[in-house]
């Protein structure tokens, strides 16, 4: 029987809970340990990530575990993300910003309900590429941040106002949303191709 490198599993969730991380509780219930042996194996970790010279840490944040990067780099972070990018959006991108589009403002979790997958690090990219923007926080638990389209989107598109967008069919099939949806992306990409 091959033993489990509990501390690759470990950096693998946090990794893919991204900025909610993950408590104590939450990655022991995952790996089906104790807390005690969960914390031994993330002060592990920790040492790892301060002993080896990485680009990372792994931080506790309000009884919340998560990997983030080290303060001392920020500067070139702050690069990567101000430097204009002639890179195009990935498909998860794409859908994400026409999900926001079309039913701003929308949190993270509705926008995630209606891909079927995490759509943190999409999000994250419209949002550097000033496409989206924080619009406010629902009411109640938790106050979730909700988002909606900028003035630079409208401009990506030419549009004056969204009441410009081309309005959803009422009844859909599959294969007619699919080609909608990738003429919708391919005009898209077009657009930013031609701003850059």
């Known amino acids: 029987m091959k033993l489990i490198d509990w501390k690759a599993v470990i950096e693998g969730l946090l990794f893919a809970a991204g900025d909610e991380g993950l408590t104590l509780k939450q990655m022991a219930l995952v790996l089906e340990i104790n807390e005690s042996t969960a914390?031994?194996?993330?002060?592990?970790?920790?040492?790892?990530y301060?002993?080896?010279?990485?680009?990372?840490?792994?931080?506790?944040?309000?009884?919340t575990y998560q990997l983030t990067t080290k303060k001392e780099h920020a500067v070139y972070l702050k690069k990567l993300v101000e430097s204009p990018s002639s890179s195009s959006l990935s498909q998860a991108a794409l859908e994400t910003l026409a999900i926001i589009a079309y039913r701003q403002p929308i949190t993270r979790a509705e926008v995630e309900e209606i891909r079927g997958v995490k759509t943190e690090r999409p999000i994250q990219t419209l949002i550097a590429k000033a496409l989206i923007k924080e619009v406010g926080r629902v009411e109640g638990t938790g106050r979730?941040?909700?988002?909606?389209t900028t003035k630079e989107f409208l401009e990506y598109f030419g549009l004056k106002?969204?009441?410009?967008?081309p309005p959803l069919p009422e009844k859909v099939?599959?294969?007619?949303?699919?080609?909608?949806?990738?003429?919708?992306?391919?005009?898209?990409q077009?657009?930013?191709e031609d701003s850059n």
Do not use: P, S
Not at 39 to 48: A, K, Q
Not at 161 to 165: I, Q, R, V
């Open 161 to 165: 106002t969204l009441k410009e967008l």
């Open 190 to 192: 077009e657009t930013i």
């Open 39 to 48: 914390l031994d194996i993330i002060n592990e970790l920790i040492n790892d």
């Open 50 to 63: 301060k002993q080896a010279g990485r680009g990372i840490n792994l931080v506790e944040v309000a009884g």
């Open 173 to 188: 099939e599959e294969e007619y949303v699919q080609e909608e949806a990738d003429l919708f992306f391919e005009r898209f």
């Open 144 to 148: 979730a941040i909700l988002y909606g």
